[in-house]
């Protein structure tokens, strides 16, 4: 009798462990959401789905053709979101194996940031996730448990650490994803048969010219595009996708590549023939890509003839009467683009730094500095590894400090409301205009084949003509919250900073510093599928604004580069010679 009471004891006890485990172990973890873009959420719930926002206006067909590419998938997407008791649908949820390629691949790096698609498999790090999710996740369903199990020597890494999932079992969503092949193996169309080693893809430099001489035009049912012929030993990615379209995120470039691939009819974007005819949609190009007698193209043609007629009048190579405001980005909280064990804002900063002394101590230039980090003041430093500026401070009366959790956005706009207030009290000393100069300096995280430096300029098509500051206490904004300018000044502001930022394209290649291959001086950022100006330019009264982005740190070479003091003085003394020559 006794010994049953011990047997039903430890039953139910098995019983609300296993219950517990469902509840607060993995089945609690397997629930994941985390948002995208445009109010979209990638989540897990027992499957990977894209959560979409739903509107009556807008209705279950259009968004199955957005997202999906086909209204007829209407019925499978229902099955997956049954009508509500009451009401109409908040959301639509869209599994993974039915959304478009670029859907997919928002989807699948909202859910697993640090996880990349190698020649191998996918690397995933792993969360105490068991072989039956692994499967469920990434393999065809969770009956390749046992496979993948096989595949590990049936052991799983500690948390924390990276596990490879063998490209043979990974479901198609995953298997799709673009990837660098070690050694690329390139079809040639001559010879079908015959396969042609190649070295990973070199980027190659054309100017807008000679690029445009690389496309034709055409048109077909799915609508207008401009065809380019691949070259042996380039990418699709990297000699289309970012030449042509300005994508330069990891996740757009991947994912746009993929809606190039299915508008060509190219089953693996990583073995594509030579002289594959590539189509481009014409709404992605950038328009300097546009066809010679559309408008968009006779629009840039002619505003950037107007733009080269603008010029810096004042001359004087000591820089004597020119003042020079710094704006060495992010610091605090804000650590700015990490990866490759490199983090943006204690490296910009120490650049800004040189670049503050160079002026000081070999030119009659004025400096002022957006932001300091008081235990390090405005020394430079050559070590290799810099601390993080976690006690950064932007210059305003009173200073803002960027450990607060309003840093990131009242941080950025702060630095365009303390440049303007230093422009304007300058103006009020009547120091002319042309004889300012704005950079802020920041290092990029793009798609990781891409390497160099880049310079913004305020483009005007896209700032406004008046715009505020809603920020209370500041001196900078006392009796002046509102900002504004004409048409013609920002035009101004857009020539003179796109003719400096020419003269900073000229000395990084004098120095040796590699510069992106393609247009490294942009006067907008595409990200999302719309273009904008970064805030600290877009904000900026001072005529001559630039933002250059030293380097990718998503690239490790580039990141190893930018742990260099070496290279840190370089792109010093190239922004110092540059400024030289804009004023001589």
Known sequence: MKGRVILKRLIFLVLFLSFVFLLFGEGKSSSIYVKTNEGRRACVEGKIFLRIPYSKKVG???IAEKYCGDKKLVKDILKYNPRPKKGSYKEVRIPLELLLPSYQI????????????????FLHKYNGESFETLAKYFCSSSLDAGKLK??????????????????SLLSKPFANLPFEKKEQSVKSSQKSSEEVNQSPPQIKEYSVEEARKLLTYGKDEEGEYALYHLSQGEALYSS???RFTGRLFASEVNGLAMEIAKRSKIDDVTSIPINYEIKIPLEYLLPQFYPEDSNTYKQWLSHQQELSTIINTYKNSSLDGVVVILDPGHGGVDRGAINNKVWEDSYVYDIACRIKEGLESKTKAKVYITLVEPTKGFKIDDKKYLS??????ILTHPPFSLDSSLATKRGVNLRWVLANSIYNNLSKERVTTEKVVFTSIHA?????????????????EYREQKWSANYENYKELKGNKTFSLSQKELKTA???STQFSKKLEGAFKKNEIRLHPYSPTRDHVVRNRKAWVP???????IPCSVLIEVCNINNKDDANLLCDPYFRQKIANAYIEALIQYYS
């Open 106 to 121: 928002e989807t699948i790096f909202a859910l697993f940031k640090e996880d990349k698609r190698v020649e191998e498999g």
């Open 388 to 393: 993080p500026n976690k006690k950064a401070q």
């Open 150 to 167: 096989k595949s590990l020597n049936g052991k799983l890494p500690k948390k924390g650490e990276y596990l490879l999932i063998p490209a």
């Open 240 to 242: 289309v996708v970012v």
């Open 444 to 460: 990029d995280s793009l798609h990781p084949s891409l390497r160099g430096t880049m310079f913004y300029v305020p483009g005007s």
């Open 535 to 541: 805030a600290v330019l877009k904000y900026n009264l």
């Open 60 to 62: 279950m067909d259009a």
């Open 494 to 496: 857009e020539g003179l």
